[in-house]
């Protein structure tokens, strides 16, 4: 996701008036430089970088609604002269007169938001989103791409909504849940809740003497495979 921010923030400057400013990248800071993979992004530093490094303001490259939440909390406390600005991609269709908009927010390429919508501190819309009117997305909140987010809706603080997830009208979804890709959402999910599916049910955790199967003798799994019905203990 930080890459796509950077993408987010050159589309921004290139579009920059007298009005408004431009945004020069300096790079990317990650919590813990030792766990840096082969696809990641080279890196200025962890987050210590700041201690003697100047900047005017830092963006959040991270889907995950508890690291946003986290982090951001973090940061903010042990840096608190540093701008988190709102980041609403040029292509973005949204009614700038009634919409709130909390700092730390993104909003990436494609995406509609009507009339009336909350779009509370540090959360993420990501690319070809649709929010409708009087819709809540929470503090921390994490919509994947192509998401479709219904009339009223009121989504908690540190929601993740999978890719292309629908939630329909006046549905609301508790603090900490998750709406599963694809999934279609018709009615209120309780707080850090997982739900899937069309319409989506909350996903069953059973513990593993429910899905592991007993052990079957050689013999017994020979007889199973002739038709024969076999107890296990």
């Excluded at 991270?62 to 608190?80: D, H, N, Q």
């Excluded at 429910?210 to 020979?222: G, W």
Aim: net charge negative.
């Amino acid at each position: 996701m930080a890459r796509e921010v950077a993408w987010l923030l050159e589309d921004i400057s290139l579009v920059t008036n007298e009005e408004t400013s431009g945004y020069i990248t300096a790079g990317f800071l990650v919590s813990d430089a030792s766990r840096i993979g082969p696809y990641d992004s080279p890196i200025l530093g962890d987050f210590s970088w700041l201690e003697s490094n100047q900047v005017d303001a830092l963006a959040m490259g991270i889907g995950t609604p508890a690291v946003r939440l986290k982090l951001a909390k973090e940061l903010i406390e042990k840096f608190p002269d540093v701008a988190w600005p709102t980041l609403i991609h040029p292509s973005v269709k949204w009614q700038r007169r009634t919409t709130k908009v909390g700092e730390g927010v993104i909003v990436c390429a494609g995406t509609i938001v009507t009339v009336n919508v909350r779009l509370e501190p540090f959360s993420l819309v990501n690319m070809s989103c649709t929010i409708a009117h009087e819709a809540v997305i929470g503090h921390g909140c994490a919509l994947n791409p192509m998401v479709n987010i219904s009339g009223g809706v009121e989504l908690g603080r540190g929601v993740l909504v999978g890719t292309g997830a629908q939630i329909l009208q006046y549905v609301k979804i508790g603090d900490g849940a998750t709406i599963g890709a694809g999934a279609v959402v018709t009615k209120d999910v309780s707080p850090g809740t997982t739900v899937v599916g069309i319409p989506a049910k909350e996903l069953i955790n059973r513990s593993i003497v429910d899905t592991v199967p007993a052990p079957v003798s050689t013999d017994a799994f020979t007889r199973q495979l002739h038709g024969e019905q076999v107890k296990t203990n």
